[in-house]
């Protein structure tokens, strides 16, 4: 088992198992119950995604690398507004969350 990539939060780390499950990629999430003691443990309280089978930690640092690169264009895009309904939509987004639109 080694580790790969310490979470922002249960909800990244979760999304990041189940992407890596969709590539055939066996990880377990470890710490995601910790931020419940905040204040009365060390401030390093992520949750943290480890690759069980080590022979799959190439891939596994490959298809982080893509999500993360993927986040950080879409943060960086900006907001956009939708064709559909002329909503304002955060960068992050791919669909308006009004009507379902793609950006």
Same mark, same amino acid.
């Given at each position: 088992?080694?580790?790969?990539? /310490?979470?922002?939060? !249960?909800?990244? &780390? %979760?999304?990041? %198992?189940?992407?890596?499950? @969709? *590539? !055939?990629?066996? $990880?377990?999430?470890?710490? =995601?119950?910790? +931020?419940?003691? &905040? ?17 799959? #930690?190439?891939?596994? %640092? ?5 999500? #993360? +690169?993927?986040?950080?264009?879409? $943060?960086?895009?900006? +907001? ?9 939509? =955060?960068? +992050?987004? =791919?669909?308006?969350? @009004?009507?379902? /639109?793609? *950006?």
């Amino acid at each position: 088992m080694q580790p790969l990539y /310490q979470a922002a939060d !249960r909800i990244e &780390a %979760q999304l990041l %198992q189940d992407l890596l499950a @969709r *590539h !055939r990629i066996e $990880a377990r999430i470890f710490g =995601d119950a910790l +931020s419940g003691a &905040a204040g009365e443990l060390p401030v390093d309280i992520y949750p943290s995604l480890w690759v069980l089978d080590e022979r799959d #930690l190439p891939r596994a %640092q490959a298809v982080l690398d893509g999500w #993360l +690169s993927e986040n950080r264009a879409r $943060a960086e895009s900006g +907001s956009w507004v939708c064709r559909g309904c002329g909503e304002l939509v =955060d960068g +992050s987004f =791919d669909l308006c969350w @009004r009507c379902g /639109q793609e *950006h």
